[in-house]
């Protein structure tokens, strides 16, 4: 190739990279703000960054009230604050399944001010998350200590069992 050729490629490379960014720091900054609290914050940005094996060339896409043609292509879907019928989950997380159908898992970031503190705590979150199973999406609950101490990974455990269902099989348990 001449050296013309490796600069143009260079240069179309640096421009789709710079609009990925771009993409990416808009959809960031939209579903911060709907985020409730630090450890939700935290916790969207590192799923955000889920493994290029489970989102391909693409990065995870983050719902965040774009239009919904903008997701068209997404194979890996986060969408904060989702509605369960009377429930609103921290992170709703779809993606295609080995049978192409959609599949989905729960996140939930629990600060110890609203979660397990008191017995009614406790029984509201436990009814929530049989609630949540029984429509066929697993939870997913991590304390703010953990997000804080060990997202990389929770992270990993939320991969393995995402890149599971989307080839058919059950993820390992650790």
């Given at each position: 190739?001449?050296?013309?050729?490796?600069?143009?490629?260079?240069?179309?490379?640096?421009?789709?990279?710079?609009?990925?960014?771009?993409?990416?720091?808009?959809?960031?900054?939209?579903?911060?703000?709907?985020?409730?609290?630090?450890?939700?914050?935290?916790?969207?940005?590192?799923?955000?960054?889920?493994?290029?094996?489970?989102?391909?060339?693409?990065?995870?896409?983050?719902?965040?009230?774009?239009p919904e043609s903008f997701y068209d292509r997404a194979r890996v879907l986060i969408t904060?604050?989702?509605?369960?019928?009377?429930?609103?989950?921290?992170?709703?997380?779809?993606?295609?399944?080995?049978?192409?159908?959609?599949?989905?898992?729960?996140?939930?970031?629990?600060?110890?001010?609203?979660?397990?503190?008191?017995?009614?705590?406790?029984?509201?979150?436990?009814?929530?998350?049989?609630?949540?199973?029984?429509?066929?999406?697993p939870v997913f609950r991590y304390t703010g200590s953990e997000i804080y101490a060990n997202a990389e990974n929770?992270?990993?455990?939320?991969?393995?069992?995402?890149?599971?269902?989307?080839?058919?099989?059950?993820?390992?348990?650790?």
């Amino acid at each position: 190739m001449s050296k013309d050729i490796n600069q143009i490629i260079e240069t179309a490379v640096q421009e789709r990279l710079a609009r990925y960014a771009n993409a990416m720091a808009d959809e960031l900054s939209c579903a911060i703000e709907m985020c409730e609290s630090p450890i939700e914050e935290m916790m969207l940005v590192r799923l955000a960054c889920l493994d290029e094996s489970l989102v391909g060339n693409n990065l995870a896409q983050i719902h965040c009230g774009f239009p919904e043609s903008f997701y068209d292509r997404a194979r890996v879907l986060i969408t904060p604050q989702q509605k369960f019928g009377k429930y609103r989950v921290d992170f709703f997380i779809t993606f295609q399944n080995a049978r192409g159908d959609l599949g989905g898992i729960v996140v939930e970031c629990d600060g110890h001010d609203y979660h397990d503190k008191t017995k009614q705590q406790a029984a509201r979150d436990k009814a929530r998350d049989r609630t949540i199973t029984a429509l066929g999406f697993p939870v997913f609950r991590y304390t703010g200590s953990e997000i804080y101490a060990n997202a990389e990974n929770l992270l990993g455990d939320l991969e393995d069992t995402i890149l599971a269902a989307m080839v058919g099989r059950k993820a390992a348990l650790a």
